[in-house]
């Protein structure tokens, strides 16, 4: 809907198109006479006057008042032989000029105004959506990063009563950089800390300050610190700041307006006295890239990290985000545990797609199984209802099968969530799902990890043969190749490679020698565990999915449908299983 200043921007401009136009609609239309026809209104002597002008025509005025257009011959003697002969001479513009003179002023005095309501329109929108920003969110609101909280807690009292500490010569922080990775609750704590103080808490976005016209966005980011100087105590929240604060030396080539907004931002922060109540907090996901004006003291004073949630802090945002859902039997701190690598934001979207499973089904309650089914869905997104054929479905069952069983060997710290052989809407035609333990990562884990993701290449090709091996270890050989990378280029895990990092190109070699070695452990682990693996396989064939204790169970010989002394079924290259099935090899 348009706001009142826009409709009158509005009409100002078709005013300004009726004024323009006006003129040339009103001008009178002349009859069109022959040159002949003139020429012999000049021999009879009844041409009063004549108007000449530089275009292709003339006005001719009778005695009698008649007026007709005729051509204009253009000739250099033209006005003496008028004279000459008695007739008037007329130059200049027709009669109607002065309105159309009057018009044109008219109508860029009102294209003027219009420009500059519509630039403090512009202007006003960061100020204006500031204050719609605005809501009681207090620290009860916010779970997790407990340290981060407190680190915000001790300047409530500096908002609520600055003046305290200006008698006693302190000068307070003018500026809280928030940093972590996206949907650690950053804004939510901007938010809070507002709420807390009972100040207003005035919101703007970095890209709202980058514009196409230099000079737009200085111009906002006064409007916004004028406002903040109006309200008196207050918390300024800038959010993506590296859209405006990016370093000046990057080598990103020169941007005229984002060096004026961030002049503009760096003068405004060192413009404001410290005893003023006023408080600067921004919000990024990129630290590292900010110019070093805009880090140093003075400006943003306290650097404040909003890491991702542990176990505990996940538990407590579970029971936040979930307050108003009526839940059934539901134990949060298993989900906690499950939810290793979710951010706040993922965690509220989980719980949020629960309720809306819950809803769909027709539950009252949102129960285990609604979380369960959003849990999987953000990870792997929604089943697929696809009929695989015998080959491809053994293919996927000893694939997964492989993984699960390295797993259990190499990392038994880490908890097998489920295997599946059902494909996903993402892409997978089936999954391990895998819940690490909260530790620190060393040498040997990092390896382990490497070996659990080839061990599905490495279980097709110790049961099918090498010839006979699926693409499915596509994204598997990514995570592999990544830690490897990680390990040899950035952590000094190499002692081929030495301590000194080195970048992935110089590094890719090594990379490659040490794949290959882990992947003949990992296919000797394999070799080592055939049996295991097959009656793993087995059973994945049988029930499609199984959770991590039945993983367990066929793992430790306490469960499974295969008898220790049924031969499996081997693959032969002609891509027929023995027992005669058709098969087609994935693609």
């Not at 006005?59 to 008695?86: C, I, M």
């Not at 008037?88 to 002023?105: D, K, L, N, T, Y």
């Not at 293919?395 to 259990?408: N, S, W």
């Not at 469960?559 to 290259?573: C, V």
Request: charged content about 25%; hydrophobic content about 40%.
């Amino acid at each position: 809907m348009m706001t009142k200043k826009w409709v009158g921007v509005t009409c100002a401009l078709l005013m300004a198109g009726v004024l323009l136009c006006a003129p040339l609609l009103s001008a009178p239309s002349l009859p069109r006479e022959s040159y002949a026809k003139y020429r012999q209104d000049i021999a009879q002597g009844v041409v009063k006057s004549v108007r000449l002008d530089a275009s292709a025509v003339m006005a001719v005025t009778l005695s009698d008042g008649t007026t007709y257009q005729t051509d204009n011959p253009r000739r250099e003697t033209l006005k003496e032989e008028l004279l000459t002969a008695g007739i008037a001479v007329e130059e200049g513009s027709a009669a109607a000029e002065p309105s159309r003179i009057i018009g044109f002023m008219l109508a860029g005095a009102l294209v003027v105004g219009a420009y500059k309501a519509f630039s403090r329109e512009k202007t006003a929108v960061v100020v204006k959506e500031a204050e719609e920003s605005k809501k009681n969110t207090t620290f009860a609101d916010v779970a997790g990063n407990r340290e981060a909280v407190d680190s915000l807690r001790g300047l409530v009292d500096y908002l609520q009563d600055p003046e305290k500490y200006k008698k006693l010569g302190a000068r307070l922080p003018r500026g809280v950089l928030l940093y972590g990775p996206p949907g650690t609750g950053k804004t939510l704590m901007a938010k809070a800390l507002a709420g807390e103080a009972g100040v207003p808490f005035l919101y703007a976005s970095g890209s709202d300050f980058v514009q196409m016209y230099v000079g737009m966005g200085a111009s906002r980011v006064r409007e916004l610190f004028k406002r903040a100087r109006k309200n008196g105590r207050c918390v300024v929240f800038i959010d993506e700041i590296d859209a405006l604060g990016k370093s000046r030396a990057s080598g990103e080539g020169d941007n005229g307006e984002r060096d004026q907004t961030l002049n503009a931002l760096l003068t405004e922060m060192s413009g404001f006295e410290g005893g003023e109540g006023i408080l600067v907090v921004a919000a990024t996901n990129r630290r590292d890239t900010l110019d070093e004006a805009l880090l140093r003291p003075g400006r943003f004073d306290r650097h404040v990290e909003v890491g991702m949630p542990d176990r505990i802090a996940r538990e407590r945002i579970i029971e936040v985000v979930s307050r108003r859902m009526p839940l059934g039997e539901v134990c949060i701190a298993d989900i906690a545990r499950r939810t290793v690598g979710f951010s706040g934001a993922a965690l509220e979207s989980m719980m949020n797609e629960a309720a809306i499973v819950a809803a769909r089904q027709g539950s009252l309650q949102v129960t285990e199984s609604h979380i369960d089914n959003a849990y999987f869905s953000s990870l792997v997104g929604d089943e697929r209802e696809i009929a695989l054929d015998a080959r491809d479905r053994r293919i996927t069952a000893i694939h997964e099968a492989g993984h699960a069983l390295a797993c259990r060997r190499l990392l038994p710290e880490d908890a097998v969530q489920h295997v599946t052989i059902i494909p996903a809407t993402r892409g997978s035609g089936g999954h391990m799902l895998r819940v690490p333990a909260e530790r620190m990562q060393t040498k040997m884990s990092l390896r382990a990890s490497v070996q659990v993701a080839l061990a599905g290449r490495a279980a097709e090709e110790v049961t099918f043969g090498q010839e006979n091996i699926s693409v499915g270890a596509a994204n598997d050989l990514d995570v592999a190749t990544r830690t490897l990378e990680h390990m040899v280029c950035r952590l000094g895990m190499d002692e081929e490679a030495g301590l000194a990092t080195r970048s992935e190109k110089d590094g890719s070699s090594l990379v490659q020698k040490r794949m290959q070695e882990y992947y003949r452990a990992t296919v000797a682990l394999i070799r080592e565990n055939e049996e295991l693996l097959l009656s793993l396989a087995a059973e994945l064939e049988a029930k499609e999915t199984l959770s991590g204790e039945q993983v367990d169970q066929v793992l430790t010989g306490t469960g499974g449908t295969r008898t220790p002394n049924e031969p499996p079924p081997r693959m032969h290259a002609e891509g027929r299983m023995a027992n005669g099935a058709e098969t087609q090899l994935p693609i």
